[in-house]
């Protein structure tokens, strides 16, 4: 799990899926919080299992990720409706990583989306995850060789800093840190 994702919003969501942990439609009808118990999608009584592999849309969804995946990637990767819920096992390939990473955070949107009530939007889906994995693969870069080169080049601290900045309105706490850190060593 702590390698899927930097982000406490997917390890949380990965979390509560692999435990089984979610309240649907179903808890809050048995406690009186909400009136309907079916799917907002399309319309079958909803409960866990529902939610992510009974529902054509849930089931929909993922697939169109996978074949984007497999478009992008060059590549194809067969994989059951298990592995599409909770991950396919690696030892450290990256290509597999990023697969995981793609997979959570369609369920992720679909979930978030599904509790809203919102149709799911394939675009802004794939804008969403794009850059997703941009933020992934700049979190997971060393940040004292950069500040090394950056020392050297001042117009690299430039696009740094910038970067920063835009992803401190997405990850705070996180970035933020690491912003300091940057600024820091590059006055020091």
């Given at each position: 799990m702590q390698s899927i994702s930097k982000q406490s919003k997917l390890k949380e969501f990965f979390y509560k899926l692999a435990h089984r942990i979610f309240i649907t439609k179903k808890e809050l009808h048995l406690y009186e919080i909400e009136d309907n118990k079916s799917c907002h999608y399309c319309g079958d009584e909803i409960s866990l299992l529902h939610s992510f592999l009974g529902c054509h849309i849930a089931t929909d969804f993922p697939q169109n990720v996978l074949c984007w995946f497999y478009e992008k990637e060059n590549s194809s990767i067969t994989i059951n409706s298990e592995e599409i819920l909770f991950g396919v096992a690696t030892d450290n390939d990256n290509r597999i990583k990023k697969l995981n990473f793609c997979l959570l955070s369609a369920e992720f949107y679909f979930h978030f989306q599904k509790i809203n009530q919102r149709a799911c939007n394939w675009n802004v889906f794939l804008?969403?995850?794009?850059?997703?994995?941009?933020?992934?693969?700049?979190?997971?870069?060393?940040?004292?060789?950069?500040?090394?080169?950056?020392?050297?080049?001042?117009?690299t601290f430039h696009i740094i800093s910038i970067l920063l900045r835009k992803l401190n309105r997405i990850y705070p706490v996180e970035i933020s840190c690491s912003y300091v850190i940057v600024l820091y060593l590059f006055v020091a």
């Open positions: 804008r969403k995850l794009n850059f997703m994995l941009k933020v992934e693969s700049f979190a997971s870069l060393n940040f004292s060789s950069i500040v090394s080169q950056s020392k050297q080049n001042k117009q």
